[in-house]
C-alpha cells in the first residue's frame, strides 16, 4: 500500500532536486558571469550583497516553510506540496528575467518567492514519515530520498551544464538553465496533483501564524529533551552550508572554472552522494543507530571539508568521493532522530521545527559567508570553507553529547 506513493514522492523530490542541481552551480558565482553593478562597485561590496542574495532564499523558507509543515498537518501534505512547487515555477521565472534584464531587484524577488513556498522538501518528509512504521523504515526511507538529491544533482548539474555552454548550441546561455528548471517544477507539479494520494490520515489543528518560525526556534534550543540534537544538527548544517554556498565562488577563484565547467564537477559530487544515500546510508540503517551513525561520520566530515581547501586539483576528485560518502549520513540520521523522537500526529511540526532550524543555519552562513570572503587568511575564497569545517568539528562535539530519548513527544500541551 505504501510502496507507489513512496516511489512517487521519490521521483517528486527527484524533479525538485534536478530542478536546484540546474541552478546551484550558477547562483553562487552570478556577479562573476554577469554584470549587475555600476562601474567602481568594489569587489568587497560585490561579496556582501552576493551574500544578501545566498541569503534571500533560505531566509524566507525560514518564515514559509514551518507555516506550510503546520498547514499540511492542518489540510493534508498533497494540496502544500502543490502550493510550494508552483512557487518554484514562479521562482525560476523570475531569476530568469532578472538576468535579461540586468536587474538585481527581480533576482532578489525571485529568491524570496521560491524561498518562503520553498517548504516542499520538509512536506515531502511528513509524508515519507507518514508511511514509515519506526526508525529503522524512516531512516531507509529517508535515505531514499536523499538518494533522489544525489541523482538530482547529477542530473541537474549535467542539464545545467549543457544548457549553459555556447559552445553546443549560440542559443546557450546562463537564462537557459533557469527557464529548464521553471519546466521540472511545472512538470513536478502535475505529478503531485495527478498522482500522489493523500498520505496523511489523522489531522490535527495548529497554529499557522508567521509568528511560529521564531517560536519553533525557541522549542528548538530550549526544549530539554531536543535542544542538544538541534544544536548539534545547526552547527553542522551551518558548516555544510557555507561549504555548498562558497564551494562554486572557491572554484571559480582557485582553479577558474566556468559556469559549465562548475556543473559538470557537481555531476561527480551527484554520483557520490547517490551511492552514499542509495545504498551506503541505508545499509547501515540496519546496522546500528542514527546516534552511533553521526558520532562516527561526522569527525572525518570535518576533517574532508578542510583537506578540500588544500589539496591539488587531482586529489580534490578523491577528497569529494570519500566527503559525499561520510556527509550523506547527516540529514537522514538527524532527520530520523527528529522523527522517531515525536508521535505519529507531530510529525510535520517536527519536521517543520527542524526546517526551521536547518533554514536558520541556511540564512544566516552565507551572511557570514559574504563577509567572510573578504577576511583574506589565503586568498579569501577559502575562509568561508574553513569556517564550514571547524563548524562541523563543533557540531561532531556535541553530537558526542546526545542522549536517547525516554519517551515520545507530542506538542499538542508545549506552550506557544
Known sequence: MTKKPLIILFVTVLLDMIGLGIIIPFVPIIFKLHNFFPTGFSAQHINVVLGFL?????????????????????????????????????????????????????????????????GNISVAMASIADLSKDEKAKVRNFGMIG?????????GPAIGGILSDTRISPYFTTITPFLAAAVFALANLALIR???????????????????????????????????????MFLSNLGWVLFEYFFQVFLYGKYHLTGSGIAYLF???????????????????????????????????????????????????????????????????????????SEKDSQGEILGIRQSVVSASQFIAPLVGGFLLNVEIMKGYETPLMAGSLLVFFGWIIVLMIKPFEKKISFSGVQR
Open 54 to 118: 545566498l541569503a534571500a532564499y533560505p531566509l524566507a523558507q525560514f518564515f514559509g516553510a514551518p507555516l506550510l509543515g503546520r498547514l499540511s498537518d492542518n489540510h493534508g501534505r498533497k494540496k502544500i506540496l502543490s502550493l510550494s512547487l508552483f512557487g518554484s515555477f514562479i521562482g525560476y521565472l523570475v531569476f530568469a528575467a532578472g538576468i535579461y534584464y540586468s536587474s538585481l531587484s527581480l533576482l532578489f524577488l525571485s529568491r524570496i518567492i521560491d524561498g518562503f513556498t520553498g
Open 267 to 341: 555531476v561527480y559530487i551527484g554520483f557520490w552522494i547517490v551511492i552514499s544515500q542509495g545504498y551506503v546510508v541505508r545499509k547501515f540503517a540496519n546496522k546500528t543507530s542514527a546516534r552511533k551513525i553521526l558520532k562516527i561520520t561526522m569527525l572525518p566530515s570535518a576533517i574532508l571539508l578542510m583537506a578540500a581547501i588544500f589539496v591539488g586539483k587531482t586529489e580534490l576528485y578523491f577528497v569529494l568521493a570519500v566527503l559525499a560518502l561520510f556527509i550523506g549520513f547527516l540529514q537522514p540520521n538527524f532527520s530520523a532522530i527528529l522523527s522517531e523522537s
Open 194 to 232: 495527478f498522482k500522489l494520494p493523500e498520505t496523511l490520515t489523522n489531522r490535527a489543528k495548529r497554529d499557522i501564524s508567521i509568528k511560529g518560525t521564531f517560536i519553533n526556534l525557541k522549542i528548538a534550543f530550549t526544549f530539554k529533551e531536543l535542544k542538544t540534537i538541534f544544536i548539534a
Open 147 to 155: 538518494a533522489a538529491f544525489g541523482l538530482g544533482f547529477i542530473i
